[in-house]
């Protein structure tokens, strides 16, 4: 097969052929790189080939160079670096960018893509110096189709995500904004060019801070964007709105002079637009400032409360123009499509989402125009004004102080009840909807004896209508629970959910049982059964009991129905109900407690049955393992008998490395066990403790499980107590080498949030162990060293006072103590008295984010260290 055959057939609409295409493209690539790369450029620069061979030849060349994983990414790029011949790397990139004049415009898009694929390598190593005069040469003086090209390709460039490619992009700022601004000029005839030029200057706005941070450079950028927005091509208007978005993101604070001479008048002009994107995009650029003024207020008051005095200025940008460009929110909301599909991203959906945003940076500022909207609106004749009216009022309340937010709703909460009978479905939901905003945001505003029950009718009324609405009233009567159940204390011997508690049941159970109800309402049904067993008062635990019975036999009933399944649409059906009906089992054995005991013998053969069935690979083992988990919490050592049957599963499943989910499910179910049975886990121990061992040593579980495995070796040990001794070594080398494991100054924040769960899960292990050994406090002597290494690692990486330490520096000051403990005659002093010890216990007793128990913690380390700072030193032996 010649390479035209191959490359028109990646374009081949049978699956097979394309494969077996793409294959050989792999294949060629593999034997010979250089020869691949050169004659794929030949055939994309080749005026004479068909257009879709060309784009194919482009694509495969980007392709070549174009990886998710990082390890395949750079291994090719180095390829390129260092085994293709200079001379056929000068020819490739010449007949990329000859190809980029083509008036075969499909060919040149393609081979700007293949270009950015280059310029990600060699621009970071100084190479190709010149590439970006020649696109800007282009740009300023080629033909309208190279104008394109060029543009095109410098948005290729500047949207790839390369840190170090987007490092270099910043000294190329002048050049980038030269050739951008040029071709988005009004002065540009072709529309064409200048839509490439506003999509090009979107993806280069991140690299030109240098000149936005000159006035002059930045008053011209703003004027020829914001002469864009009327440039009559909705293309182009679109782009340009999408600009003033990132600009605002970006340069926030550059922005007052902007916003007073232009900005206002230009965006509200542009959500009126009869160009759903433009319109679309104007409306996004007012969430982009209320997100970004959202985000200022959140970073000031953490500041505040650090003491800090470096305070970010909030324009308020929000609040001054909410007079104007509320109403116009309001009445966009009235343009519905009743035929859009649920997740169309239309106008009016937009605007909703807007005046969220409003209400949230205006702190409910914005309500009397709301309301005055609402007034006006709730009874017209219209639906599209009906439903708009319920909607905003709904888009509001989360916003507003507490106390306007309860004089609204008390003042709405009837009219929106009266409007869940509307006659249009589309009113209807949108009342149910805002029910569940007023549940979820203001549930201190209903008055328990006057709404509460009518409140309940309403939604359970709608849950029997039409699915979509059904799905808003399951969410609204999920907070429902959550607000008035017993989320205050487990203890509560009543609630207001109580006297309705067993109608509220029964409904929900004959939502989930109707066999004509639609699979997303009958889930959605489950999920609120849920909420509503969770809190349960104490006096609604009868009826929780009786519900057992019920739960049980559905479950079981789903047994025999593994063996009707035909297709993999039965089979997520029916595995999507085991886990919403098991789900609610666990739920009712996590809230009877201990009075689940007399069922536990039934409820671990139906799990092991299950089990059996679906197999350790199933979506539904986890919420098996999580009841299994949970039980074993309810009747603590009582599980003993059920281990010897259980065991081999959980071994099976910590074992199942290529599925982390499983793995990292199990390890909590080990850690649930442990915690039950105590030291009468013993005997399984060593079955466990290989498994776990496993899982760290495995290249397929990757290192997200690490941190939980590692807390599971401390549960163990605080478990079994000094037998854990034959394990110390084995245990202690590990965690020695997870502390080994460093958080640089500039990794990312995923690394850093890695780095920190570890050395959660290091200092928890050690805190395990310590309090196992304390009669054996010898087996720890060679331990302490390094832990006060990892302690002293922890307080430098701590240092910022963040809330989202609080965590680990608590379990970090504990051990601190439990060391004291263990060895009170001082063996250790002097490690106690190292000065950053001190300031560590100081650092955490004065930080306000910090949890009352750890400043607790701090207190009672403070207080040991004292107690080892007037001892003397003995040898450690």
């Not at 759903?276 to 400032?289: H, M, N, P, R």
């Not at 500022?365 to 319920?390: C, M, Y």
């Not at 949890?851 to 607790?856: L, P, S």
Request: include cysteine; hydrophobic fraction near 40%.
């Amino acid at each position: 097969m010649n390479v035209n055959q191959v490359l028109e057939s990646t374009f081949s609409p049978d699956a097979a052929t394309r494969q077996s295409a793409e294959q050989h493209l792999y294949q060629a690539a593999e034997s010979n790189f250089s020869e691949y790369l050169n004659t794929l450029a030949g055939e994309l620069a080749n005026e004479s080939a068909q257009s879709n061979i060309r784009r194919a030849a482009g694509i495969a060349l980007k392709n070549a160079f174009t990886f998710r994983e990082q390890n395949r990414l750079r291994e090719v790029q180095q390829r390129w670096v260092g085994q293709v011949d200079p001379e056929i790397k000068k020819r490739v990139k010449s007949l990329a960018l000859h190809t980029l004049r083509s008036n075969d415009s499909g060919a040149g898009q393609s081979a700007g893509q293949f270009v950015a694929s280059i310029a990600a390598i060699e621009l970071p190593l100084q190479q190709w110096p010149e590439l970006m005069p020649s696109l800007v040469e282009y740009v300023g003086t080629g033909s309208d189709q190279l104008k394109q090209s060029a543009l095109h390709t410098l948005g290729y460039i500047c949207e790839l995500q390369d840190i170090q490619l987007r490092e270099v992009l910043t000294s190329h700022s002048n050049s980038i904004l030269t050739a951008v601004v040029q071709g988005a000029r009004k002065e540009e005839a072709n529309n064409d060019v200048r839509n490439a030029a506003i999509v090009a200057l979107s993806d280069a706005l991140e690299f030109v801070q240098s000149n936005f941070d000159n006035e002059g450079e930045r008053n011209y950028i703003m004027q020829v964007v914001c002469e864009a927005t009327q440039s009559g091509d909705a293309r182009i208007e679109a782009g340009a709105f999408g600009c003033l978005n990132r600009i605002m993101q970006l340069y926030y604070d550059k922005m007052k002079f902007y916003m007073e001479k232009a900005l206002y008048g230009l965006t509200i002009v542009g959500m009126g637009n009869q160009d759903e994107d433009v319109a679309k995009l104007a409306i996004e650029f007012w969430c982009t400032v209320c997100d970004s003024e959202l985000e200022i207020e959140e970073e000031n008051q953490e500041i505040e409360m650090m003491g800090g005095d470096q305070i970010r200025h909030n324009h308020c940008f929000s609040r001054v123009a909410s007079q104007e460009v509320v109403p116009t929110l309001t009445k966009l909301m009235t343009h519905q499509d009743e035929d859009a599909a649920e997740d169309e991203w239309n106008v009016s959906r937009a605007a909703y989402t807007c005046l969220q945003l409003f209400a949230q940076a205006t702190h409910g500022e914005i309500a009397p125009i709301v309301l005055g909207f609402v007034e006006q609106n709730i009874t017209d004749a219209s639906w599209h004004k009906r439903e708009a009216a319920v909607a905003a009022f709904g888009a509001i309340l989360q916003g507003p102080e507490s106390t306007l937010l309860e004089n609204i709703i008390k003042q709405g909460l009837p009219i929106i009840l009266k409007m869940m009978s509307d006659q249009n479905f589309h009113v209807r939901d949108a009342a149910a909807y805002a029910l569940g905003r007023i549940c979820e945001n203001a549930p201190h505003a209903i008055d328990t004896e006057k709404h509460l029950q009518p409140l309940l009718e309403a939604l359970f009324a709608g849950v029997q209508t039409e699915p979509k609405m059904a799905t808003s009233c399951c969410w609204a009567l999920m907070e429902i629970a959550n607000a008035f159940g017993r989320a205050a204390s487990e203890d509560n011997e009543t609630n207001p959910l109580s006297r309705h508690f067993g109608g509220a049941i029964s409904a929900i159970l004959n939502v989930t049982e109707k066999t004509d109800a639609n699979n997303t309402l009958r889930l959605a049904g489950y999920e609120v059964l849920n909420a509503f067993i969770t809190n349960a008062a104490i006096d609604s635990l009868p009826t929780v009991a009786k519900l057992l019975d019920v739960i049980m036999q559905r479950l079981e009933a789903t047994i025999p129905m593994q063996q009707q399944v035909v297709s993999i649409e039965d089979k997520l059906m029916l595995e999507e109900m085991q886990t919403s009906v098991t789900s609610c089992l666990m739920s009712i054995v996590e809230r009877l407690g201990v009075e689940i005991k007399p069922q536990s013998d039934r409820i671990v053969t139906l799990m092991v049955n299950l089990l059996q069935i679906v197999g350790v690979k199933s979506v539904v083992t986890d919420v098996i393992f999580g009841t299994i988990g949970t039980l074993a919490t309810a009747i603590e050592e009582d599980f003993l008998k059920y281990m010897d049957g259980f065991a081999p599963y959980l071994n099976s499943a910590l074992n199942t490395h290529t599925e982390p989910a499983i793995c990292s499910m199990a390890i909590g179910t080990v850690s649930d066990i442990t915690r039950a049975l105590s030291e009468k886990l013993q005997p399984f121990c060593d079955g466990l403790m290989n498994s776990l061992l496993g899982c760290l040593n495995s290249q397929a579980l990757g290192d997200q499980v690490k941190p939980a495995i590692l807390q599971s070796f401390g549960d163990i040990a605080q478990a079994i107590g000094p037998h854990f001794e034959s394990y110390l070594s084995v245990v202690g080398t590990v965690l020695q080498q997870a502390a080994g494991i460093n958080m640089p100054f500039d990794s990312s924040y995923e690394h850093q949030e890695y780095v920190l769960s570890l050395r959660e899960g290091t200092i928890d292990a050690w805190s395990g162990v310590i309090l196992a050994m304390r009669g054996k406090p010898q087996t720890l002597t060679s331990y302490v060293g390094p832990i006060f290494q990892l302690i002293r690692v922890i307080q430098h990486e701590t240092a910022d006072n963040s809330s989202r330490y609080d965590g680990l520096v608590r379990s970090s000051l504990g051990v601190i103590g439990d060391i004291s403990d263990t060895f009170p005659q001082g063996e250790f002093a002097e490690a106690f008295r190292q000065p950053w010890v001190q300031a560590f216990i100081k650092q955490a007793r004065q930080n306000p984010q910090y949890e009352t128990r750890t400043h607790d913690t701090a207190r009672w380390a403070k207080e040991q260290v004292k107690k080892q700072s007037g001892l003397r030193t003995f040898p450690a032996s």
